[in-house]
């Protein structure tokens, strides 16, 4: 079975503009997350949907936006660019087992460059 | 803001030595996870502790959760370069599913 995949792998955009990405959960997982990981630092959550609904947001302002699609799949959305949006962004998917086993499962990432 | 600290920082060893890694928060946290991340790729998970004292081993990776539960540790024996990678501890934090809180990491680099 395919893992996590998310497109596209680099993106290089400029200050101001706007960015989509994308991921594919695998075949039967219904709950993404997405995750941002700015260099030398630890991974940190930005969204979690599940079944297509938002079940919990991190810290990060209304420029960034999600959703999720009925084929589970889902899209991160980055208005307004700041050179700080500068990152690898992480997407995760789950089967959602439980609050102590959930194993998420990450995607290669996408790494975006604002210049 | 991390909640997990995660020591040392950076790491650099020979091959053949060994190695111990530090996660550790002042929160207790109901499962603890342990991720290992290549350059270009995405955290892999490597294990998940669950009870307070368990002790997990994965070939020559000891993992161990502190008897509190706000602490654990990664212990490589005899280390190889294809240990090389970022370790990140993580935790789901009590019932909030899909939403990890990571460390920042410990950067391991094993020379031939």
């Known amino acids: 079975d395919a893992g996590v995949t998310q497109s596209p792998t680099h993106l290089i955009k400029t200050r101001g503009q706007h960015v989509t990405l994308r991921c594919s959960p695998i075949s039967g997982h219904k709950s993404v997350s997405w995750y941002q990981q700015v260099l030398g630092q630890g991974p940190q959550f930005i969204f979690q949907y599940y079944e297509k609904e938002e079940r919990g947001r991190g810290n990060f302002p209304d420029r960034f936006s999600a959703r999720q699609f009925p084929n589970y799949s889902s899209e991160l959305n980055v208005n307004a660019l700041l050179l700080g949006d500068s990152a690898l962004y992480l997407c995760?998917?789950?089967?959602?087992?439980?609050?102590?086993?959930?194993?998420?499962?990450f995607g290669p990432g996408t790494r975006l460059t604002v210049l | 803001t991390q909640l997990l600290e995660q020591s040392p920082q950076f790491l650099s060893i020979q091959e053949g030595e060994n190695l111990t890694v530090y996660c550790n928060s002042s929160?207790?946290?109901?499962?603890l996870q342990w991720y290992r991340q290549e350059p270009g790729e995405g955290p892999v998970l490597l294990v998940t502790?669950?009870?307070?004292?368990e002790v997990k081993k994965l070939k020559r990776l000891t993992f161990q959760f502190g008897d509190a539960r706000k602490d654990s540790s990664l212990h490589i024996t005899a280390a190889q370069p294809g240990d090389t990678g970022l370790y990140l501890c993580?935790?789901?934090?009590?019932?909030?599913?899909?939403?990890?809180?990571f460390g920042r990491g410990t950067q391991l680099t094993v020379w031939p």
């Open positions: 929160s207790v946290f109901s499962s």
């Open positions: 993580a935790s789901l934090r009590g019932s909030t599913l899909g939403r990890l809180y």
């Open positions: 502790v669950v009870t307070g004292g």
């Open positions: 995760a998917s789950s089967l959602v087992r439980g609050p102590r086993t959930d194993t998420q499962y």
